[in-house]
């Protein structure tokens, strides 16, 4: 199933391919001793706690990581937000007027908002009517120009998951780079693509502390590929992308896995007792099957349903506007007490 005509060499950007990285002053020595004296980047020498710069290839961060994840240090990419590691992807791979990418709408915004702001064409191939991408059109949209296809799974905002056999076809038939973004897969029984990484040279995953981890305050990223395609995004990123406060905040946070567990359970349990009361408020026409820690809901009128809730002091998400999404609202799982004031409120709406 592998795709044997993979050549990443060509799908670089040439100006990409020959640039020649800059070259921070913590990145020309990799020991830290701490009776050595830094007088090379121009820091303040006074201590504040924060007066150095970060590691710029966040190592014993990613060495935890690593651990977790059973993958090698060099496979793995840090973000400031995933958000950073896509719009990374999007500039290592496509040449502004020239290239296009696929995407799978209704998915998540920021691949169409990052294709316009790098100036790539985005062609978007619908997704049928059970929210799985429709390979004949994505095979038919591609051309030699085709860099990359993004695949959110669980998706968001319809919450499933995307047909481990379809992926699987995907990647061993397009001729780019498959992106497959995870932001929800902890709150799955899924395996993560990573475990597929060996197989694939064309797959990038990137995952998120923004979710499960209940870290989207620090932004945090993370991203997954061969250490061929890690290379050339390490390359082009910002020298020290990851703060000192992020990089300390998720080495001590990730390593409380019980904790992100608990947080997890307590989500997915949630999440059962809504959708049973979901079911008996008259004016949701469907509720979708959900493998993330929100539901997308089909209602009588959005719009109205959208603003009656926020009078009553509850924000959900309108997402009336996306292709095949009409009249939906998607509502994130909150707390146990959270959840039963926003059930209580859509049972007296009138
Ligand atoms: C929330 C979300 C992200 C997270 O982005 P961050 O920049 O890491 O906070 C990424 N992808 C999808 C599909 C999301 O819903």
Redesign the pocket.
């Known amino acids: 199933m592998s795709n044997a005509n993979f050549n990443l060499g060509a799908l670089i950007r040439p100006n990409v391919a020959k640039m020649i990285p800059y070259s921070s002053a913590r990145d020309e020595f990799k020991e830290f001793h701490s009776d050595m004296i830094f007088l090379d980047a121009n820091e303040n020498p006074f201590e504040t706690g924060l007066n150095r710069y970060p590691d710029p290839q966040q190592r014993k961060l990613k060495s935890i990581i690593s651990k977790q994840k059973n993958i090698p240090i060099d496979q793995i990419l840090l973000?400031?937000?995933?958000?950073?590691?896509?719009d990374l992807i999007f500039r290592a791979f496509c040449e502004p007027l020239k290239d296009n990418v696929i995407t799978l709408p209704p998915?998540?915004e920021?691949y169409s908002v990052l294709a316009n702001l790098n100036n790539i064409e985005n062609r978007e191939v619908l997704l049928d009517s059970d929210f799985q991408p429709d390979l004949n059109e994505i095979s038919r949209s591609s051309d030699t120009n085709t860099k990359l296809l993004f695949i959110?799974s669980p998706?968001?905002p319809t919450g499933n998951l995307i047909s481990l056999e379809k992926i699987l076809n995907l990647l061993g038939s397009f001729k780019g780079i498959v992106v497959i973004?995870e932001?929800?897969i902890d709150f799955t029984n899924e395996v993560s693509w990573i475990t597929k990484l060996k197989e694939f040279p064309n797959l990038i995953i990137?995952?998120?502390?923004?979710?499960a981890y209940g870290l989207?305050g620090i932004?945090?990223?993370i991203c997954y590929a061969s250490k061929e395609i890690i290379s050339v995004l390490n390359k082009i990123k910002p020298p020290y992308n990851i703060n000192e406060l992020t990089q300390q905040s998720a080495i001590e946070q990730i390593q409380n896995i019980l904790k992100i567990k608990k947080g997890i359970t307590s989500s997915i349990e949630e999440k059962e007792g809504l959708l049973k009361a979901l079911v008996q408020v008259s004016y949701i026409e469907k509720i979708y099957p959900s493998d993330?820690n929100f539901i997308l809901i089909k209602v009588d009128n959005a719009e109205k349903r959208y603003s009656q809730l926020l009078q009553n002091g509850i924000v959900v998400r309108n997402r009336s506007s996306q292709a095949l999404c009409e009249n939906t609202l998607r509502i994130t799982i909150g707390t146990k007490s959270e959840n039963e004031k926003l059930i209580t409120t859509l049972k007296t709406l009138k």
Do not use: I, P
């Not at 973000?79 to 896509?86: F, T």
């Not at 990137?206 to 979710?211: A, E, I, W």
């Open positions: 973000g400031n937000g995933s958000d950073e590691v896509l998915t998540y920021m959110c998706n968001n973004d932001a929800y990137t995952q998120t502390l923004s979710k989207a932004r945090l990223g993330a």
